[in-house]
C-alpha cells in the first residue's frame, strides 16, 4: 500500500506565496514521475506541473515563472511552490505520484487566493 498526503494550502492574498508539499510512504519500491494537478470548482481537473526521475521538469503555460516544481527522492516528497499568486490560481491541488506504472493520488489541499 501507498498513502500520498498533500500539505501546505491555505488562504493567501493575491500576490502572496504557498508551498505545498506531497509525501509517499508504504510499499515504495522507486518513485517514478511526481505530478501537480488542481481543480477549480465546477471545472477539470488540470495538469499543473511534472518532475520526473531524472529532474525533467514541465509547467502549464499559466504557471510557468511563478510556480517551482521540485522533489527530495531520500523522503519521497515532491513540493511545489506557488509565487505571485492569482486568484485564477484557487483550487484544491492534488498530487500523483507514479510508482511501477501506477499512479497513486492524495486527498488534495485547498488553495484559496483572495483579491
Known amino acids: 500500500q501507498v498513502q500520498v498526503v498533500e500539505s501546505g494550502g491555505g488562504l493567501v492574498q493575491a500576490g502572496g506565496s504557498l508551498r505545498l508539499s506531497c509525501a509517499a510512504s508504504?510499499?515504495?519500491?522507486?518513485?517514478?514521475?511526481i505530478d501537480w494537478y488542481r481543480q477549480a470548482p465546477g471545472k477539470q481537473r488540470e495538469w499543473v506541473a511534472s518532475i520526473d526521475s531524472g529532474g525533467s521538469i514541465a509547467y502549464v503555460d499559466s504557471v510557468k515563472g511563478r510556480f517551482t516544481i521540485s522533489r527530495d527522492n531520500a523522503k519521497n516528497t515532491a513540493f511545489l511552490q506557488m509565487n505571485s499568486l492569482k486568484p485564477e490560481d484557487t483550487a484544491v491541488y492534488y498530487c500523483a505520484v507514479s510508482i511501477r506504472g501506477h499512479n497513486y493520488w492524495g486527498q488534495g489541499t485547498q488553495v484559496t487566493v483572495s483579491s
Open positions: 508504504g510499499s515504495i519500491f522507486r518513485i517514478g514521475s
